[in-house]
Nanobody, 122 residues
């Protein structure tokens, strides 16, 4: 079993930056791949990217060059650094984990956090 808790969301102006954290507790975190998703009101959940247990990363095209995912296994955390934020990045951001190498958009994730709100003002 694993519990995921996101933090770091808030209100930021367009062009600004935020760093989200996903803190894990429970199972052996280093064995898990972790992905980030987001969901805006009235829209479907959207894949942002993921980091494997060996720290390989992948990103959706719409965030490449702006968002960076990293992990610190010693602290059981995965971070999402978001730069050059745009109003369309406004959403609830979620992290998800699965005990596998895959961290794609279609991977079935066993655990999800409760989400953290990010609002980007124009």
């Amino acid at each position: 079993q694993m519990e995921l808790v996101e933090s770091g969301g808030g209100l930021v102006q367009a062009g600004g930056s935020l760093r989200l954290s996903c803190a894990a507790s429970g199972d052996s975190f280093s064995d898990y791949g972790v992905a980030w998703f987001r969901q805006a009101p009235g829209k479907e959940r959207e894949y942002i990217g993921g980091i494997t247990r060996t720290s390989n990363t992948r990103y959706a095209e719409h965030v490449k060059g702006r968002f960076t995912i990293s992990r610190d296994n010693a602290k059981n955390t995965v971070s999402l650094q978001m730069n050059s934020l745009r109003p369309e990045d406004t959403a609830v951001y979620y992290c998800a984990a699965r005990r596998s190498m895959a961290v794609t958009a279609t991977t079935f994730y066993d655990y999800w956090g409760q989400g953290t709100q990010v609002t980007v003002s124009s």
